[in-house]
């Protein structure tokens, strides 16, 4: 409910950030089906990642309460689709909130932020592949942003077992 939400800023995420970051994202690796990474990337290895990403202009931001602007409470970020030229212009939205934060409305304001900037930049098509057609939450918010979903990938993946889909869930960044 909103009234028990915390009040939230969604601002650039800064090297200093990222030792949060990457427990955030490492708990999701070990606990997950959202992420279809196994094993969670290092502090190292998510500075190189953060680095390629902010050095593009690319966005990358994290949600922080507004009343202790150092604490970060989840992330997201963009890269495109795919390297080759002609998807220029076209998106892949990451986001990952962290598990004492969740359905505090964080998720749902940095991917609109990180849409906003996206879109500010001149980009065309946002895409989320989601890991896990039972991934509830992720389908959920992107929804609630005017995703939609543009197909499905069966059993594309294997974790804890299970064998899993990704769904493609996309939004045009020019029709509205
Ligand atoms: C998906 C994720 C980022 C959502 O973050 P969040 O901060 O909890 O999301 P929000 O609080 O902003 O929720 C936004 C909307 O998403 C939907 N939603 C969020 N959690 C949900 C859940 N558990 N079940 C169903 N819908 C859910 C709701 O529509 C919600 O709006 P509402 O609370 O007003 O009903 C978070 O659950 C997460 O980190 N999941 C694990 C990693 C993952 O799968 N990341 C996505 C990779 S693309």
């Not at 502090?43 to 202790?68: C, F, I, Y």
């Not at 970020?77 to 409305?105: C, D, L, N, W």
């Not at 804890?160 to 996309?170: K, Y």
Request: proline share 5%.
């Amino acid at each position: 409910m909103a009234a028990n939400r915390p009040s939230l800023l969604i601002r650039p995420c800064f090297q200093q950030d990222l030792e949060t970051v990457q427990l955030i994202y490492a708990h999701h690796v070990l606990s997950s089906t959202g992420s279809f990474e196994l094993e969670p990337p290092s502090l190292d290895e998510m500075t190189a990642r953060w680095s390629h990403v902010v050095a593009q202009g690319w966005p990358w931001v994290v949600a922080s309460p507004t009343t202790d602007l150092t604490r970060v409470l989840g992330f997201a970020y963009a890269k495109p689709y795919h390297e080759r030229p002609a998807y220029a212009g076209t998106f892949e939205i990451s986001v990952y909130t962290a598990p004492t934060s969740m359905r505090q409305g964080a998720g749902a304001l940095m991917v609109n932020e990180v849409l906003h900037m996206l879109k500010g930049d001149g980009a065309r098509e946002a895409i989320a592949l989601i890991g896990d057609s039972a991934n509830a939450a992720s389908i959920g918010l992107h929804k609630k942003l005017g995703f939609v979903q543009a197909g499905t990938l069966t059993n594309v993946g294997e974790k804890f077992g299970r064998l899993l889909d990704v769904v493609i869930m996309q939004r045009s960044l020019v029709r509205r």
